[in-house]
């Protein structure tokens, strides 16, 4: 069993930055990719970036080149570096983390709202 817990999410003016930090807890060595994922009004969850243990990572092209996803392996966390943020960043940011038999565990959810 996992538990993720995001936090970091706010209120920022466009090209602003965030950081955002997904606390994971119980079995997370059994993780093999974290990922995170967005959710805007009216349109479906999509992923937004991941990390596999391997270390190879992905990016939605929505978002390459100004968000980063990156791992602290020993205090069980991962995080998403936003820079460069837009109004159509805004969402509920979802952390995830896969494991065992391709189980996915999610987090609650954290809002980030880029706006002038």
């Known amino acids: 069993q996992v538990q993720l817990v995001e936090s970091g999410g706010g209120l920022v003016q466009p090209g602003g930055s965030l950081r955002l930090t997904c606390a994971a807890s119980?079995?997370?060595?059994?993780?093999?990719?974290m990922a995170w994922y967005r959710q805007a009004p009216e349109k479906q969850r999509e992923l937004v970036a991941s990390?596999?243990?391997?270390?190879?990572?992905n990016y939605a092209d929505s978002v390459k080149g100004r968000f980063t996803i990156s791992r602290n392996k020993a205090r069980n966390r991962w995080y998403l570096e936003m820079n460069n943020l837009q109004p159509e960043d805004t969402a509920v940011y979802y952390c995830?983390?896969?494991?065992?038999?391709?189980?996915?565990?999610w987090g609650q959810g954290t809002q980030v709202t880029v706006s002038s």
């Open positions: 995830n983390g896969r494991g065992r038999s391709s189980r996915d565990y």
């Open positions: 119980g079995s997370t060595a059994s993780l093999y990719n």
């Open positions: 990390f596999r243990i391997d270390g190879d990572t």
